[in-house]
């Protein structure tokens, strides 16, 4: 008897083991277009779906990539994304894209992360200095000067940047391995949070005086949007 009770606990766990490792590993659709109205569609991860049989050619459609950004600010740089924001159509498919552009003599993409997807850019005009820095405890930096038609990979989490170290303008293009990637400016949020973070907190945190953190926090809300 106790010989039965085993098998049927053993069967029991192996089901529940089954069941909790199950999922979907590609979409179970052509396409889920993705739609604000929620009396006409259903809700699939993190969008509505437009019926397909709605659905046309602008749902897929992106047009101004070939259009240089406006570097005309603090950083020197612009990010012009195309996500499932900008093409609905990229909804559950898992993949998006965005052009940099970087002007002369220090444009910076500040260092970054992108919570939901590995990076992969490809520079196309100028010379960038770009790396990232891997996990505690190392927190090792590894760093390249790119040209154009070299390729860097930045794994998915991991802080990142890139610097235009040449003379000239320059422009690379970055392929995401999600639908919306997400981006986290790590001195924007951290000084520029809405509300602003306790002084006290990023004064033991960064070892640095509370003046300079109230200076620093006071910076950053200049473009808190």
Not at 71 to 85: A, C, D, F, I, R
Not at 166 to 186: C, D, E, L, W, Y
Request: aromatic residues 12%; hydrophobic residues 45%; glycine residues 8%.
């Amino acid at each position: 008897m106790k010989g039965v009770y085993f098998l049927a606990s053993f069967l029991f766990l192996a089901l529940a083991s089954s069941f909790a490792s199950a999922s979907d590993p590609s979409p179970l659709q052509d396409f889920c277009v993705a739609l604000n109205d929620t009396k006409i569609a259903v809700f699939v991860n993190g969008k509505f779906c437009k019926d397909p049989m709605l659905a046309k050619a602008e749902d897929f459609f992106f047009s101004g990539l070939n259009v240089p950004g406006n570097t005309s600010n603090q950083l020197g740089s612009k990010v012009t994304p195309v996500n499932v924001e900008q093409i609905p159509g990229l909804n559950t498919l898992g993949v998006s894209l965005a052009r940099v552009d970087f002007a002369p003599y220090g444009g910076l993409n500040p260092p970054h992360t992108h919570p939901r997807a590995t990076e992969i850019l490809v520079v196309l005009e100028g010379t960038l200095y770009v790396g990232f820095v891997t996990s505690n405890p190392d927190n090792r930096l590894i760093t390249k000067v790119l040209y154009p038609g070299d390729v860097f990979v930045f794994p998915v989490g991991l802080i990142h940047f890139q610097l235009n170290i040449g003379k000239t303008n320059a422009v690379a293009f970055a392929a995401f391995g999600s639908q919306n990637p997400g981006v986290i400016t790590i001195a924007k949020a951290v000084f520029g949070s809405n509300p602003p973070i306790n002084p006290d907190v990023l004064t033991k945190a960064f070892q640095l005086d509370k003046n300079v953190v109230k200076y620093l926090q006071s910076q950053f809300w200049w473009d808190n949007n």
